[in-house]
């Protein structure tokens, strides 16, 4: 099947850091063209129209995709049904425990209102379940390990922004190097995501709040509670000086026997801006979507669902020449 032209009008939900990564790619893409961003804030300091979020709907008609650009620990949940109702939407939901709850939940709002939800793009989820799914599917008896890190998860520092009495918040996964050099040799069957990394938080907040926000961060499930986490209290000034940047990256290691011989799989990935990569996953995944709703298909779709050529805004004919 051949990838129809089509220009596909795209809208973000959502202006923080990802959001305003999607901006700048959409603009960067042959095939879309950018409609505008819908906030819960009146002034972005961008020069692409802003709706206010809560009249979104009255624009579905103007938008083939919209990209949720919102965080996972509070605002997708709770918003993303709603959208999915009235428009194609793709989103980076990033709960791991909870994602097949969020493919039920859009799933059927999606059907409703006759549109595709593309859920849980980015890297991980996105290309890192990609490659589990690959790689594992090589091996009779797949040996597999993930790490992250060292880098600023978007979606841990978003979980930590939502405790209550936080001022400022960011939030870096750091892997252990040793279990890296284990999983690579083959020996990672012990290893587990929890026994491999630490989660490191740096918080601006009253002191007065302090040991609610330790306590509400390390107790929270999935996210911080079942890892070893550490919570340090900072100035304003210290958090300016250096906590900006947002590097992350991360190893997918897969290795087996095959009959006698053992071989291994690596993905890997090196970012210097985990929101413009997650970004650049995210709109490729959106471009998916709109030529799947534009074939008729309704309903939520993963990474795992979708071929490859539908990411690509060259013709198939021609990525079959260049690429297979
Ligand atoms: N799957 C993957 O691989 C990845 C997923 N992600 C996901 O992306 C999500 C979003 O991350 P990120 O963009 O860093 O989160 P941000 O905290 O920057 O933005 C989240 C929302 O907060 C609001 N917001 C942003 N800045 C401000 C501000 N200054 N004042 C008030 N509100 C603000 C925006 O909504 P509004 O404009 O309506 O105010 C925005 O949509 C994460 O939760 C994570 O789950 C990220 C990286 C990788
Ligand atoms: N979802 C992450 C990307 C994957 C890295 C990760 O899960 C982590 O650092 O814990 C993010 O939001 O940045």
Same mark, same amino acid.
């Given at each position: 099947m051949s990838s129809s032209p089509m220009t596909i009008r795209a809208?973000?939900?959502?202006?923080?850091?990802?959001?305003? $990564?999607?901006?700048?790619? +959409?603009r960067a893409q042959p095939d879309m063209d950018l409609v505008g961003i819908f906030s819960r804030r009146s002034e972005l300091g961008t020069?692409?129209?802003?709706?206010?979020?809560?009249?979104?709907?009255?624009?579905?008609?103007?938008?083939?995709?919209?990209?949720?650009?919102?965080?996972s620990a509070t605002d997708i949940p709770e918003q993303a049904p709603g959208y999915a109702r009235h428009?194609?939407?793709?989103?980076?939901? #990033?709960?791991?425990?909870?994602?097949?709850?969020?493919?039920? @939940?859009? #799933?059927?709002?999606?059907?409703?209102?006759?549109?595709?939800?593309? +859920?849980?793009?980015?890297?991980?989820?996105?290309?890192?379940?990609?490659n589990r799914t690959l790689a594992s599917a090589l091996f009779p008896d797949a040996q597999q390990n993930t790490f992250w890190g060292k880098g600023l998860s978007q979606g841990h520092s978003d979980a930590v922004r939502r405790v209550p009495g936080v001022r400022r918040g960011v939030q870096y996964t750091i892997p252990n190097e040793e279990a890296i050099v284990e999983a690579?040799?083959?020996?990672? %069957?012990?290893?587990?995501? @929890?026994? !491999?990394?630490?989660?490191?938080?740096?918080?601006?907040?009253?002191? !007065?709040?302090?040991?609610?926000?330790?306590?509400? +961060?390390?107790?929270?499930?999935?996210?911080?509670?079942p890892y070893d986490t550490t919570v340090h209290f900072i100035s304003d000034e210290? /958090?300016?000086?250096?906590?900006?940047?947002?590097?992350?990256?991360?190893?997918?290691?897969? $290795?087996?026997?095959?009959?006698?011989s053992r071989s291994s799989v690596e /993905?890997?990935?090196?970012?210097?801006?985990?929101?413009?990569?997650?970004? %650049? $996953?995210?709109?490729?995944?959106?471009? %998916?979507?709109?030529?799947?709703?534009?074939?008729g298909k309704t309903g939520a779709f993963t990474v795992l669902e979708v071929a490859p050529y539908l990411l690509s805004p060259v013709a198939l004919e021609e990525l079959i020449r260049r690429d297979v």
């Open positions: 809208a973000i939900v959502g202006y923080g850091n990802l959001g305003k $990564s999607v901006e700048k790619l +959409i020069d692409t129209p802003v709706f206010p979020a809560a009249s979104a709907a009255d624009h579905a008609q103007d938008i083939d995709v919209l990209f949720l650009c919102l965080g428009f194609t939407t793709v989103d980076t939901y #990033d709960n791991h425990h909870l994602i097949p709850d969020h493919y039920a @939940t859009m #799933d059927a709002a999606a059907r409703q209102g006759g549109n595709v939800a593309m +859920i849980s793009t980015g890297w991980d989820p996105g290309l890192f379940s990609l690579k040799a083959g020996r990672g %069957a012990e290893i587990s995501a @929890t026994s !491999a990394h630490v989660r490191e938080c740096y918080v601006v907040a009253d002191e !007065a709040d302090h040991a609610a926000i330790r306590e509400a +961060i390390t107790t929270m499930p999935d996210y911080f509670a210290v /958090f300016e000086r250096d906590h900006q940047g947002m590097p992350h990256g991360g190893h997918v290691v897969t $290795s087996g026997d095959l009959g006698g /993905f890997v990935l090196e970012l210097e801006s985990n929101p413009d990569f997650t970004a %650049a $996953s995210q709109v490729a995944y959106g471009r %998916a979507a709109a030529r799947l709703k534009a074939e």
